[in-house]
């Protein structure tokens, strides 16, 4: 089976994602590109908040979504329940935060990592399970306690 995962990005991350597309696609996942589909300016939010929303409500397990820095649709992800989006920059990163926090968003920097480096970066994320260790379950709990309070 095909696993989808959706992609979105701004302005800021259109040349990544266009980079990424294929990539994704050779690691055997279906991506479903909801825009921004060129690099006329959009408002990161927009993007960010749909592919969140889409991420939580269950339609897909997982999400990868680009600015510029990957800071501001990584604090726009995080405010939607459900969501523990992950802004990495490294392979280490995006493999620890599979396994201790199992991310189910991973943001990127179009602007702040090459190509390469987000290649590996997506690969490390998709390929990594979460640990299921008792202390990050207790901890991923708090986070989701912390949200429905
Ligand atoms: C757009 O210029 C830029 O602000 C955006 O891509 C992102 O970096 C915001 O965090």
Redesign the pocket.
Known sequence: MVRRVIIGC????FTLKKELIPFIEALGYEPIDIGCYDENSVD?PDVAFSLAERVASGEFEKGIII???G???SICANKVKGIRCALCTDEAMARLTREHNDSNVLAL?G?IVGSELAKGIVKAWLETGFSQGQRHINRIARISGYENK
Not at 10 to 13: F, P
């Open positions: 701004d302005h800021g991350g990161y600015c510029g820095t800071i501001g649709v920097g602007r």
